[in-house]
């Protein structure tokens, strides 16, 4: 059993950046996908990003690609989601989750089986 846990979330700036973490207890990332996924108001909840942890391989969603980085911290059990350039496609819940996806089922939510609670981001004007 994997607990996650994210934290680094709230009110921001608009055009500021904000970074998010992603906290494991109860085992290490060794062998896992640690993927964001965030969830709009009165939207479906999409793929961001996502850091193979042994490879460091990452895969970031084209709309974002050029802001946002997934990176980990192997020391401390953790994930970073760094944002930049906030604008108004940001605000949501955003949650992080570990599971072990093929290639192609990487964007896909069903293929990740431990979620945080998610930490809310604000972008004020």
């Known amino acids: 059993q994997v607990q996650l846990e994210e934290s680094g979330g709230g009110l921001v700036q608009s055009g500021g950046s904000m970074r998010l973490s992603c906290a494991a207890a109860?085992?290490?990332?060794?062998?896992?996908?640690v993927a964001w996924f965030r969830q709009a108001p009165g939207k479906e909840r999409e793929f961001v990003g996502c850091?193979?942890?042994?490879?460091?391989?990452?895969l970031i969603t084209e709309s974002v690609k050029e802001r946002f980085t997934v990176s980990r911290d192997t020391d401390k059990n953790t994930v970073h989601l760094q944002m930049g350039s906030l604008g108004p496609d940001v605000p949501a819940v955003y949650y992080c989750?570990?599971?072990?996806?093929?290639?192609?089922?990487?964007?896909?939510?069903?293929?990740?089986?431990?979620w945080g609670q998610g930490t809310q981001v604000t972008v004020s004007s």
């Open positions: 989750a570990a599971g072990r996806p093929i290639t192609r089922e990487r964007y896909s939510d069903r293929a990740y089986y431990y």
């Open positions: 850091i193979n942890v042994n490879s460091r391989h990452t």
């Open positions: 109860g085992r290490s990332f060794n062998g896992y996908t």
